[in-house]
């Protein structure tokens, strides 16, 4: 299960932080991504995070922006917008690897989500 927290209103140009908590005992042994969906428009991959936290990626469309990271001892994946714009209003997922050792960004992969959170930016 994966519980997210975080997001709401805010306005451009500030950060946002979002957590992602999740239980089970293999946290550690599974990728992480995060996804979000725009008013109106598909769900769009914007970036994972392997197992062992030391590697990440995403897509060329937010990678200056957006940082990704976790804390296996906390069973928990943090996703960090800086400079937020108009267009990243949309509600934030994470998900989890359908499969350990696993690192992609192909939704279809990833087997285990959160509620999704609201993210607001506003002028």
């Known amino acids: 299960q994966l519980v997210q927290s975080g997001g709401g209103l805010v306005q451009a140009g500030d950060s946002l932080t979002l957590s992602c908590a999740a239980s089970g005992q293999r946290f550690s042994t599974y990728a992480m991504g995060w996804f979000r969906q725009a008013p109106g428009k598909e769900r769009s991959f914007i970036g994972a995070i392997d197992w062992s936290g030391r590697n990440a990626y995403y897509p060329d469309s937010v990678k200056c922006r957006f940082i990704i990271s976790r804390d296996n001892a906390k069973k928990e994946v943090y996703l960090k917008v800086d400079s937020l714009k108009l267009n990243d209003t949309a509600v934030y997922f994470c998900?989890?690897?359908?499969?350990?050792?696993?690192?992609?960004?192909?939704?279809?992969?990833?087997?285990?989500w959160g509620q999704g959170t609201q993210v607001t930016v506003s002028t």
């Open positions: 998900a989890a690897e359908i499969w350990p050792y696993r690192l992609g960004s192909d939704p279809r992969k990833y087997g285990y």
